[in-house]
């Protein structure tokens, strides 16, 4: 079968029998699939909601999730037929971990949105501490999830450190652009 790799910010769905796999850390995979029309497919978003101005939306939930979602419908999928299975969410950075922390509010918006868009979450595999490899059938909507190895551990952390770090750099350059002598 054939195999597609995503990364930050990508979605990739297929009405063709396909395996779509990512690698997680506090990032999370949304494996939505259609078990009728057997059209399916995953997402792997840095954070839940967009708060500056950048143009790779897929790094948001709020729109990755709309996207992949739009792709299955394109792909002869039924909205209301949807399944899903979420993954990731880990605390693998090493920093503080609160209510708001980048994990939790990931795992948090993805929750919600199931929730209001009547989407039935079947299966999961959030937080923990260790980064996770998942591997999603498109036509049968199975999953397959395994911890990675501490090699792989060191280049996940840098890829997803050097997301974090542009995100915030955009914030912060943001907020600065707005801030008024008080």
């Known amino acids: 079968m054939k195999r597609v790799s995503i990364h ?3 979605f990739y769905a297929s009405r063709e029998p396909m395996v779509v796999e990512t690698l997680l850390g506090s990032c999370v995979a949304a494996c939505l699939y259609d078990p009728l029309n ?3 497919g995953m997402n792997h978003f840095l954070l839940p909601r967009k ?3 950048d143009p790779a939306l897929a790094r948001y939930g709020e729109y990755a999730m709309e996207m992949l979602i739009d792709r299955i419908v394109e792909l002869g999928g039924k909205r209301f037929n949807l399944r899903a299975k979420v993954f990731g969410a880990a605390s693998v950075l090493k920093m503080a971990e609160t209510r708001h922390s980048v994990p939790r509010a990931n795992e948090r918006f993805v929750r919600e949105f199931l929730t209001t868009h009547d989407i039935p979450l079947l299966g999961e595999r959030m ?6 490899k998942v591997r999603m059938s498109t036509d049968t909507g199975k999953a397959l999830v395994r911890a990675i190895p501490r090699t792989q551990l060191d280049r996940l952390l840098a890829n997803e450190g050097e997301h974090y770090t542009a995100a915030l750099a955009r914030r912060w350059a ?3 652009e707005g801030a008024g002598s008080v």
Not at 127 to 132: N, Q, S, W
């Open 8 to 10: 930050i910010g990508e």
């Open 38 to 40: 057997r059209v399916g």
């Open 51 to 53: 708060c500056q101005d």
């Open 127 to 132: 937080g923990g501490e260790h980064p996770i």
């Open 174 to 176: 943001w907020f600065e």
